[in-house]
């Protein structure tokens, strides 16, 4: 097959999250002997992963990620009803001609648009001829939204803008949807979700994929202080509430409690709000950008993801796993994983449960090895990449025979 992927950030090899599920997708489609093209956005910075992409993928086309200036924000967000605000933010005419070019020149069998954000490049695209049209929905964006509407303790103006856009939004996603070939989710729970918005729609789940030979390669032994380690994208609001949360509600106690311990907050997007968290204690240490995150999670000590936002599988939890790492999680950071209370992680929901979870992994260095082996069990048996990727081909070559 000749299949074509559509990203909002260039995947690479170490990237981390859904990004680094596309790419292992893609590499696991080109061993196989198909022929596979990228169509991405680049943010500024990230332009050194170009060339190693491109030596990978039959045809790569990139679109620089750009900022959007306040004044259109405000109008094509709030005041036009052509798209929905998170459509906007990943719009762009350059990227809706560029994808229309690439079906044109190379003829490609199926489209994958991964993330639902990128589903309206298949969507009323007035330059794509005829081609199949999947997309990979990462988590519905209505879901998500609905839960910054309901949420307590978000901040009163998200909230505020979340309740007023979720209409146009689930009348926008789920005509997108329901305009594609077929879906794709990451886990039954998601694929319950879409059908019980529109029960007519063609969707499979293709469980997410994990690359062990990736995650062990140049381990590391452990040294320093006990390391408490979030990580993500914090200009997401689901990471960026999440990360505030377990800075005012859970850490004060815990590093009462332990005061070798360290809290590591690693990734991109990072605001002065999380900064501020770092200036005022010492012992938070707010890593940023990083091309490899297995050093980072190799010196941790327990993995957290207490999500309070949001929908989806969260990868990077399994990746923890995978590393046999010991999570800590809240019950919506662990959705759609096979997740075992006190067996393979620990799953709280409130500032109590959190600390005295984490509180005894500190405390029972045994009972940390024990979860994450069973974690890592777990994964190894249920998310192996070569398996779920087999899936993935069964569906689109079902896709493109029709």
Same mark, same amino acid.
């Given at each position: 097959?000749? %299949? &074509?992927?559509?990203?909002?950030?260039?995947?690479?090899?170490?990237?981390?999250? $859904?990004?680094?599920?596309?790419?292992?997708?893609?590499?696991?489609?080109?061993?196989?002997?198909?022929?596979?093209?990228?169509?991405?956005? /680049?943010?500024? +910075?990230?332009?050194?992963? %170009?060339?190693?992409?491109? +030596?990978?993928?039959?045809?790569?086309?990139?679109?620089?990620?750009? !900022?959007?200036?306040?004044?259109?924000?405000?109008?094509?967000?709030?005041?036009?009803?052509?798209?929905?605000?998170?459509?906007?933010?990943? @719009?762009?005419?350059?990227?809706?001609?560029?994808?229309?070019?690439?079906?044109?020149?190379?003829?490609?069998?199926?489209?994958?648009?991964?993330?639902?954000?990128? !589903?309206?490049?298949?969507?009323?695209?007035? @330059?794509?001829?005829?081609?199949?049209?999947?997309?990979?929905?990462?988590?519905?964006?209505?879901?998500?939204?609905?839960? @910054?509407?309901?949420?307590?303790?978000?901040?009163?103006?998200?909230?505020?803008?979340?309740?007023?856009? %979720?209409?146009?939004?689930?009348?926008?996603?789920?005509?997108?949807?329901?305009?594609?070939?077929?879906?794709?989710?990451?886990?039954?729970?998601?694929?319950?979700?879409?059908?019980?918005?529109?029960?007519?729609?063609?969707?499979?789940?293709?469980?997410?994929? *994990?690359?062990?030979?990736?995650?062990?390669? !140049?381990?590391?032994?452990?040294?320093?202080?006990?390391? =408490?380690?979030?990580? +993500?994208?914090?200009?997401?609001?689901?990471?960026?509430?999440?990360?505030?949360?377990?800075?005012?509600?859970?850490?004060?106690?815990?590093?009462?409690?332990? #005061?070798? &311990?360290?809290?590591?907050?690693?990734?991109?997007?990072?605001?002065?709000?999380?900064?501020?968290?770092?200036?005022?204690?010492?012992?938070?240490?707010?890593?940023?950008?990083?091309?490899?995150?297995? #050093?980072?999670?190799?010196?941790?000590? *327990?993995?957290?993801?207490?999500?309070?936002?949001?929908? $989806?599988?969260?990868?990077?939890?399994?990746?923890?796993?995978?590393?046999?790492?010991?999570? /800590?999680?809240?019950?919506? $950071?662990?959705?759609?994983?096979?997740?075992?209370? !006190? /067996?393979?992680?620990?799953?709280?929901?409130?500032?109590?449960?959190?600390?005295?979870?984490?509180?005894?992994?500190?405390?029972?260095?045994? &009972?940390?090895?024990?979860?994450?082996?069973?974690?890592? =069990?777990?994964?190894?048996?249920?998310?192996?990449?070569?398996?779920?990727?087999?899936? &993935?081909?069964?569906?689109?070559?079902?896709?493109?025979?029709?």
């Amino acid at each position: 097959m000749k %299949i &074509l992927f559509l990203s909002n950030q260039l995947p690479h090899e170490n990237v981390a999250g $859904g990004h680094r599920l596309i790419y292992q997708r893609m590499r696991q489609m080109i061993d196989k002997g198909h022929r596979v093209g990228l169509a991405a956005f /680049v943010a500024p +910075g990230k332009e050194k992963f %170009i060339p190693a992409v491109r +030596g990978m993928v039959g045809e790569l086309e990139t679109v620089p990620l750009q !900022g959007r200036k306040i004044m259109v924000r405000v109008f094509r967000d709030y005041i036009s009803a052509t798209l929905p605000a998170i459509f906007w933010k990943n @719009y762009s005419r350059v990227m809706m001609r560029t994808i229309g070019d690439m079906v044109e020149r190379t003829q490609y069998d199926v489209v994958v648009a991964e993330f639902s954000e990128m !589903g309206m490049y298949l969507y009323r695209n007035p @330059y794509l001829s005829a081609v199949r049209k999947v997309v990979s929905c990462h988590r519905c964006l209505t879901t998500a939204f609905d839960k @910054y509407a309901r949420t307590a303790g978000v901040p009163p103006l998200l909230r505020l803008k979340s309740a007023a856009q %979720i209409r146009a939004l689930e009348k926008y996603e789920f005509e997108m949807y329901s305009a594609m070939d077929h879906v794709l989710t990451l886990t039954a729970e998601d694929r319950f979700t879409l059908l019980a918005h529109a029960p007519e729609l063609p969707v499979s789940v293709i469980p997410p994929g *994990i690359d062990f030979d990736y995650l062990t390669a !140049g381990k590391t032994e452990k040294k320093g202080p006990p390391i =408490v380690m979030m990580c +993500g994208y914090f200009a997401d609001k689901s990471n960026h509430d999440a990360a505030l949360w377990f800075a005012h509600e859970v850490w004060p106690v815990i590093a009462t409690s332990h #005061p070798d &311990l360290q809290l590591h907050l690693v990734g991109v997007g990072v605001d002065r709000e999380i900064e501020h968290l770092a200036k005022t204690d010492k012992r938070i240490v707010v890593v940023g950008v990083v091309d490899d995150l297995r #050093p980072y999670r190799e010196q941790a000590t *327990i993995f957290i993801n207490p999500m309070r936002l949001g929908s $989806g599988l969260r990868i990077k939890v399994l990746e923890a796993m995978a590393s046999g790492l010991p999570v /800590v999680s809240s019950s919506l $950071g662990v959705a759609g994983i096979p997740a075992q209370n !006190g /067996v393979n992680c620990f799953i709280a929901d409130t500032p109590e449960l959190t600390a005295e979870s984490i509180d005894w992994l500190l405390n029972d260095e045994a &009972l940390g090895k024990a979860m994450g082996q069973s974690a890592k =069990v777990m994964v190894q048996g249920k998310y192996d990449i070569r398996s779920t990727v087999r899936e &993935l081909e069964q569906v689109l070559e079902e896709v493109v025979s029709i």
